[in-house]
């Protein structure tokens, strides 16, 4: 960004025309917005996104070779136009930050005026172009002609620059689906929430087994008529297993044996069982004074009713633990044909021919039963672009570093 500006684009005009500008350009785009009711800029998908780019860049290397003298093009690329676009930035992103986004207001003015879809705004369309403008022909004019101690200019503006166009320009392109499966079938659907609808997908998604596993379940005692859980003073063990116990106003109870999967035997006593069917069982022993009395607890399942024990007004239960993991093994067959098994889990996704799958969720009135699981299925084409940006942006900085600590040395 260039600070050797005359006439009428240079000195202190330069500052007021480049604040000026940037308050029009600001203001011109909310003038637009409320013009066209409040629609945010039509998106350019790909190629045409991609066109843009190319044409873009093509345009401010030209002008920055072509008019390298030019008063016009200098203050384009000058340091006080730059300063204010960005103060527009922060204005622009703080409106986006306390103004919910893609959420009516009920205020006709505001929803016109496209303050609750900032980001794809005609004024923020304005001045993200400006930007990229001044931003494009500082690096060009640092570029050539070429000097090494302008490489970390070079890599942190250039870097900024491709990851600023390729990320705005890419968002037209950006797929976020959620794929629901069912075990035992396979799907090559999937779910646009924004748009309420269903689109076919270029590979199907058979799920072979839904499992989930469980932190060690609860035992609380329950107050039906206020509706609330009183949880007991536990004292050694703090989870539920053979040893436990826990105690309440009048009475403790403590866990004689637990069985983590168990199904009822022919007589009703619990007995092992594998860990897709069994449920959580725990034989309680309940002590008030010098009297007590045994029972099973369950914490119940679709077809096995949930073991409580009524004490006066209150009912003590074992509530089932919260969900750890829950996974979906999966094979995912592509458009040629060839077919990949894997495993989902959270925050471990797979890629798979472009697509990122993530395990997003389940029926979660089922529980560990479910039969169902929720697939996020994201595609990004230009995240290697954008990526590749931010890469050059950490090289730059490195170099700053690198050379700082050089300039301290011979100190």
């Known amino acids: 960004m260039r600070e050797d500006v005359k006439g009428w684009f240079g000195g202190e005009r330069n500052f007021r025309l480049a604040s000026v500008v940037t308050v029009l350009a600001v203001l011109a785009g909310f003038v637009i917005q409320y013009a066209v009711g409040g629609e945010g800029v039509p998106l350019l998908f790909w190629p045409?996104?991609?066109?843009?780019?190319?044409?873009?860049?093509?345009?401010l290397f030209l002008l920055g070779i072509a008019f390298r003298q030019n008063a016009f093009a200098s203050w384009l690329g000058?340091?006080?136009?730059?300063?204010?676009?960005?103060?527009?930035?922060v204005f622009l992103s703080l409106i986006g930050?306390?103004?919910?986004?893609?959420?009516?207001?009920?205020?006709?003015?505001?929803?016109?005026?496209?303050?609750?879809?900032?980001?794809?705004?005609?004024?923020f369309l304005f001045?993200?172009?400006?930007?990229?403008?001044?931003?494009?022909l500082s690096v060009v004019w640092k570029t050539?002609?070429?000097?090494?101690?302008?490489?970390?200019?070079?890599?942190?503006?250039?870097?900024?620059?491709?990851?600023?166009?390729?990320?705005?320009?890419?968002?037209?392109?950006?797929?976020?689906?959620?794929?629901?499966?069912?075990?035992?079938?396979?799907?090559?659907?999937?779910?646009?929430?924004?748009?309420?609808?269903m689109v076919q997908l270029p590979f199907s998604v058979y799920l072979d087994d839904f499992s989930i596993e469980e932190y060690t379940p609860r035992i609380v005692l329950y107050d039906p008529e206020n509706d609330r859980v009183l949880p007991g003073r536990s004292e050694g063990l703090a989870e539920v297993g053979k040893g436990f116990r826990s105690e309440w106003p009048g009475f403790s109870v403590t866990v004689l044996d637990y069985l983590p999967h168990a199904l009822p035997g022919p007589d009703g006593t619990p007995r092992q069982a594998d860990?897709?069917?069994?449920?959580?069982?725990?034989?309680?022993?309940?002590?008030?004074?010098?009297?007590?009395?045994?029972?099973?607890?369950?914490t119940g399942s679709p077809?096995?009713?949930?073991?409580?024990?009524?004490?006066?007004r209150y009912f003590l239960v074992m509530f089932p633990g919260t969900p750890r993991v829950f996974r979906s093994g999966v094979v995912l067959k592509g458009s040629g044909g060839g077919t990949t098994a894997a495993e989902l889990e959270v925050n471990k996704p797979v890629s798979f021919e472009g697509w990122k799958l993530y395990q997003m969720g389940y029926d979660e009135k089922a529980g560990r039963w479910s039969e169902l699981s929720l697939i996020e299925a994201v595609r990004d084409p230009w995240l290697p672009a954008?990526?590749?940006?931010?890469?050059?942006?950490?090289?730059?900085?490195?170099?700053f570093f690198w050379k700082g600590m050089k300039q301290g040395e011979l100190l």
């Open 48 to 59: 045409l996104n991609a066109l843009f780019i190319m044409v873009l860049a093509a345009l």
């Open 78 to 89: 000058g340091i006080p136009l730059g300063l204010s676009l960005i103060f527009a930035l």
């Open 97 to 123: 930050g306390f103004i919910p986004q893609g959420v009516a207001s009920g205020n006709a003015v505001l929803d016109r005026s496209g303050v609750n879809r900032i980001f794809s705004s005609w004024p």
């Open 127 to 136: 001045v993200v172009l400006l930007f990229l403008c001044n931003l494009g």
């Open 144 to 197: 050539i002609p070429f000097r090494l101690s302008n490489l970390q200019f070079m890599l942190f503006h250039g870097g900024f620059w491709i990851a600023l166009a390729c990320g705005l320009a890419g968002a037209s392109d950006l797929q976020r689906l959620i794929i629901p499966v069912y075990e035992g079938r396979a799907s090559s659907q999937g779910f646009i929430p924004q748009d309420n609808r």
């Open 275 to 298: 860990d897709k069917q069994g449920i959580p069982y725990a034989r309680v022993r309940i002590a008030a004074g010098e009297v007590h009395s045994d029972h099973w607890l369950n």
């Open 303 to 312: 077809s096995i009713k949930p073991g409580v024990v009524q004490i006066e």
């Open 386 to 399: 954008v990526y590749f940006g931010f890469f050059m942006i950490m090289a730059g900085n490195a170099l």
